[in-house]
């Protein structure tokens, strides 16, 4: 909505919430600390707070004045009851549609903005139209309009954004939307098809950009067997234009609130249809990832002879990728959490993530990879500063790839680490070429030529 506000200053726009603490947050002075962390954002919050934008948690006012609601709240997978792991969970998003369509007057146009299971937009219109049916002032359309951007690339995604999908079936719901995305984006990138084609392009995309990472990770897991380097595969097949080269960079695993989740929901809806075949294809997908992160985790436990207790092992980065302090799905939560169970001594660095999220998602957060691990807390420290973090210990992990940390002096850390020492990058992050004449030992994922 920052984006919006900021390219459209003729309309207004309003971001409310129920959480008083994080519109809080969203209206302070210290630019420097809003709730989510994302190159770009707080310099475009500074124009536009206040002149077109505000944050609140007047819901209802902001509803009834409303020409125009985005629905854009979480939709985490389901933990329990049918569909459990698999679908996702609407309470948030049916609790907006019932609020909208109680307290909204005149003509509203309710875009969906939260990614969703194929045809929820049939329960928004059902909940919205049974309100329309009683009282005659009020009448609603339906919209469906995914996003498409990543984290940390979000504002130059949503400035110069691929295409933009308009799904619906009321031609000037959806012109009135068109018209504002007009307001900067070229009308050849906006795409109109129906509500159900626009919820599963979504899904579809995600799944797409996800099966690429999991394609190109087990052949990582070759490379490192028969001596090719993944990196020089990925660039080799890149180079086809029908390829193409992006998305291609094997790692520990996709991270982050959307792939497997989506995955999970087109296996979901492929099941409830009955198309079995299909949904064990895409669950691959999710295996082949959660296989790598299980593989990254053992190679370490094998390198360290089978023993990691009173080891001390540096983790650096636990985001789920660079530039974000978001850690949902982070491949690094199943490898800390296997590492601690080997009883491993971890100390944690990341560039923007803090101790306290770092603990929450170890401790608090249930987790689906590891019924039986073993945590103890006391076999963990954050530290600020990630030399502190590798000084005197038995190795060093690197899982995100942060730029920092492609400019480690490993000469430095030759110095004050406990030998044999070894480097697991499973990034691709170092070329250094010295490592081995500084008697460490280097592992890098899918480099078989080094392993
Ligand atoms: C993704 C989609 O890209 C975006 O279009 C959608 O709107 C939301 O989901 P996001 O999750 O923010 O965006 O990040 P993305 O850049 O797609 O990365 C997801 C994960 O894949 C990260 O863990 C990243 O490290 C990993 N990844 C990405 C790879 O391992 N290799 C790659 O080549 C690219």
Known sequence: MAVFAKNCPHIEFEVVDINKERIRAWNSKDLSNLPVFEPGLSEIIKIVRDRNLIFSTDLNNSIRKADMIFISVNTPIKKTGLGAGETSDLRWVESCARQISEIA?????????????????QTIKDILLSSESGIKTKSFSVLSNPEFLAEGTAISDLEAPDRVLIGGDDKHAMKALNDIYLNWIPQEKLIFTNLWSSELSK???NAFLAQRISSINSISAICEVTGADVNEVA???????RIGSKFLQSGPGFGGSCFKKDILNLVYLSKYFGLN??????????EINTWQQTRVYEVIVKKLYGNLANKKIAILGFAFKKNTNDTR???SIAICKNLLNEGAFLSIHDVKVTKEIIENTLFESPSTLDKNVYLNKSNLEFQPNFYDAIKNSDAVVLLTEWEVYKNIDWECVSKNVRKPFWIFDTRSLIKDKNIHNLGLNIWQLGNGSLN
Do not use: M
């Open 329 to 331: 799905e982070s491949p």
């Open 203 to 205: 899904l579809t995309a």
């Open 277 to 286: 075949e299909v949904a064990n294809y895409w669950r691959s997908v999710v």
């Open 105 to 121: 007057e005149n003509h509203t146009i309710v875009v969906e903005k939260s990614t969703l299971p194929v045809k929820t937009a």
């Open 235 to 241: 660039n080799a097949i890149g180079k086809d234009s």
